[in-house]
């Protein structure tokens, strides 16, 4: 039984998690050049206080089709007497600002109009989704590579220190517990009977990713690596395939 061209769960998800691992770790790069960024001018911008004296209306783009969002144009004069204006890079709805709202800002004294309002959530919350975001995709990566490593485990025991059995084919299935992108895999399904206890084991290949069923002669025989302490614990070899 020769299964040609096939991608397993294990290559799957080394493809899915390689993915969002680089993604994360993208995202986590450039969440500390932001920080970064935003440390420099915080350290070495002016103090002072300026008048919204205008709110923009923006649109904003979502998910979910977007909506507008309302930015301050504030006006402040610098140290020396210079006039300065600026909007807002944070848009919200509703606007926590109204046109007269005196706000503490921060400049820089080199470039007057890069200047951000001197609160928490301007200089800092936009800086904290991206690496928030990246820490979730390297975590789903992490979690995956630690699955893996524990079922590599299992299975290189299971057929070092198992009891192999033949397996006796009964059906190829989809797998619709596993969707991706609309598809499922297939799965080599077997049965064995323990001539010891006389109960009858059903036995799983690992998901075969592939458009078309697996070919299976009906009278082929699986090997099946069994923990003999465990019988439900197995795993089916599938090197020859």
Do not use: C
């Amino acid at each position: 039984m020769v299964i040609k061209n096939y991608m397993n769960t294990n290559k799957f998800l080394i493809l899915f998690s390689s993915i969002f691992g680089f993604v994360g770790i993208v995202m986590l790069v450039g969440g500390f050049l932001m920080y970064q960024n935003t440390a420099v001018f915080v350290a070495t911008a002016v103090h002072t206080q300026g008048t919204v004296v205008d709110i923009s209306r923006v649109w904003s783009s979502s998910s979910s089709g977007g909506s507008y969002v309302y930015r301050p144009i504030i006006e402040f004069k610098t140290k020396e007497g210079a006039d300065g204006k600026f909007e807002s890079t944070n848009g919200r709805n509703p606007s926590p600002f109204a046109k007269g709202d005196v706000v503490e800002i921060l400049y820089d004294p080199q470039n007057p109009d890069k200047a951000e309002i001197d609160s928490f959530g301007e200089l800092w919350v936009g800086n904290l989704i991206l690496p928030g975001l990246g820490i979730i995709f390297f975590g789903v990566a992490l979690g995956i590579w630690i699955f893996m490593w524990r079922s590599k485990k299992i299975k290189s025991w299971l057929k070092s220190q198992g009891q192999l059995v033949q397996a006796t084919f009964v059906r190829v299935e989809e797998n619709r517990s596993v969707n991706m992108a609309g598809r499922s895999p297939w799965r080599v399904v077997g049965v064995w009977k323990d001539s010891s206890s006389g109960i009858e084991y059903e036995y799983k290949s690992e998901d075969i990713w592939t458009t078309m069923p697996p070919t299976v002669p009906p009278a082929a025989t699986l090997p099946v690596y069994i923990d003999p302490q465990n019988p439900k614990r197995h795993v089916m070899d599938m090197s020859g395939w």
